[in-house]
């Protein structure tokens, strides 16, 4: 049993970072293999601000937020003056830069040593420790992103950014700004692709470099593109099929 909670808890995991990248790469048409860089700031900013400052769940999980919007924001004022393949080139490339990051800076994420002890959420007094309330918790987020995510893309932000992806000539002819489209869409991506780094780094406890490469970015990336760009629901189903096709194949 706890074996199927772990593989349902991480079914969740990718479900947020591939419904976040959908923001971005499904609505806005924004292709980036750089996801796993925001969902690596989110885990990093709750290790080191739990372990070494004694934050809070609540307020951790704010800061990361926070801090990978700020990248975020900083990257895409750069990274969306190009277009296209010369975008998701530019992704590969703010990918690779972030891990060296995370891996090189000794004091402050300890590089390949990683960052250990990191604390079990406690909420308002309550503590998170059993794979179960875990599992619950990260239902929750998942239903809170889908719903927030749903009414962005039945909103006027999200018909424009629809609208960039199908003809971003004709967007710009009907007078919608396009630039400062792309830049919230990718900026909003980060944010939410923190949430899932903050639960995984409280859930495991632990956390490397090796968790953020260029290979898990794909990984993303490919839930996405199987679930259906734009489907939100379909990257759960997605997810949970490339998290449980490997573990089934081992028993074979």
């Not at 402050?108 to 794979?131: A, D, H, N, Y």
């Not at 950014?161 to 991506?189: H, M, P, R, W």
Request: hydrophobic share 55%; with cysteine.
């Amino acid at each position: 049993m706890e074996y199927l909670l772990h593989l349902f808890i991480f079914i969740c995991f990718y479900t947020l970072l591939s419904q976040s990248l959908n923001l971005s790469a499904g609505f806005t048409g924004l292709i980036s293999f750089a996801h796993a860089s925001f969902y690596g700031i989110g885990a990093y900013t709750a290790a080191i601000l739990s372990t070494q400052f004694g934050f809070s769940f609540l307020l951790s999980i704010s800061l990361a937020i926070l801090i990978s919007g700020i990248i975020a924001l900083i990257i895409s004022l750069i990274a969306l003056r190009t277009v296209n393949d010369y975008f998701i080139i530019c992704t590969l490339g703010i990918q690779v830069i972030l891990f060296s990051i995370m891996n090189n800076w000794m004091d402050l994420t300890r590089g390949p040593l990683g960052i250990s002890g990191i604390p079990s959420i406690s909420i308002l007094g309550f503590k998170v420790e059993s794979k179960t309330g875990f599992l619950f918790l990260s239902v929750f987020f998942v239903i809170i992103i889908w719903f927030l995510l749903h009414n962005i893309s039945k909103s006027g932000f999200g018909k424009t950014l629809i609208a960039i992806n199908e003809d971003e000539i004709y967007s710009q002819s009907i007078g919608k700004n396009v630039y400062l489209s792309k830049i919230v869409s990718f900026t909003l991506s980060a944010m939410f692709a923190a949430i899932p780094g903050t639960l995984y780094a409280h859930y495991i406890s632990y956390i490397d470099p090796t968790s953020f490469t260029v290979q898990e970015s794909i990984f993303i990336l490919s839930i996405v593109i199987i679930g259906g760009l734009g489907n939100l629901t379909g990257s759960f189903f997605a997810s949970a099929f490339l998290v449980l096709l490997p573990e089934a194949l081992r028993f074979i």
